[in-house]
T-cell receptor, first 117, second 118 residues
């Protein structure tokens, strides 16, 4: 199957700092990547759709200036949490669309656990 | 709007037995896809199985099979011969298709925590 990596896997930062999370498709090109947020034992909440070479599309209620998304190449999307606060602590997970045969499947990265102190 | 419902917050099964995880969906779109993902405690989302709305046969992948009942709008996951390593959270998800391509967004259910007992 297609492989998606995420870096870092865990990050602890002080309140007010910015944190960048990278999402890479390792063995395929992904014109579209997605960023999700997940609270413990809860479902995934889509934050935004990241399109290569264009601006991200954010879901309702997600602050664009808070969660900056850049999709600079067909294999890399980044999420930057700006001026992080404790309430931003969460599990962030990305996915990338891969078309195999006639089926388009989303493959997920391993996720990033963010803790803001 | 699409909606996915998983009504079982938690399920328990004995090792080597089969278990069914329920998933119902609501959509007015004629073309859609249904996925099941497994999320162990490590957090990674592992793709298990896919069913297209026009697929005539129920999807199967090893010990996983999808009981697709289109008229009832249900897409239950059946895990046969449960193993201890199957203990995880399981998510049902739906994607909308149009003209051979998807709109990309996955709609997830609430998830079901499966615990396999030895």
């Amino acid at each position: 199957g297609a492989v998606v990596s995420q870096h870092p896997s865990r990050v602890i930062c002080k309140s007010g700092t910015s944190v960048k999370i990278e999402c890479r498709s390792l063995d395929f090109q992904a014109t579209t990547m997605f960023w999700y947020r997940q609270f413990p034992k809860k479902s995934l909440m889509l934050m935004a759709t990241s399109n290569e070479g264009s601006k991200a599309t954010y879901e309702q209620g997600v602050e664009k200036d808070k969660f900056l998304i850049n999709h600079a190449s067909l294999t890399l999307s980044t999420l930057t949490v700006t001026s992080a606060h404790p309430e931003d602590s969460s599990f962030y997970i990305c996915s990338a669309s891969f078309v195999g045969g006639s089926v388009e499947t989303q493959y997920f990265g391993p996720g990033t656990r963010l803790l803001v102190l | 709007a699409q909606k996915i419902t998983q009504t079982q917050p938690g399920m328990f099964v004995q090792e080597k037995e089969a278990v069914t995880l329920d998933c119902t969906y609501d959509t007015s779109d004629p073309s859609y896809g249904l996925f099941w993902y497994k999320q162990p405690s490590s957090g990674e989302m592992i793709f298990l199985i896919y069913q297209g709305s026009y697929d005539q046969q129920n999807a199967t992948e090893g010990r996983y099979s999808l009981n697709f009942q289109k008229a009832r709008k249900s897409a239950n996951l059946v895990i046969s011969a449960s193993q201890l390593g199957d203990s995880a959270m399981y998510f049902c998800a739906m994607i909308k298709w149009a003209g051979g391509t998807s709109y990309g967004k996955l709609t997830f259910g609430q998830g079901t925590i499966l615990t396999v007992h030895p």
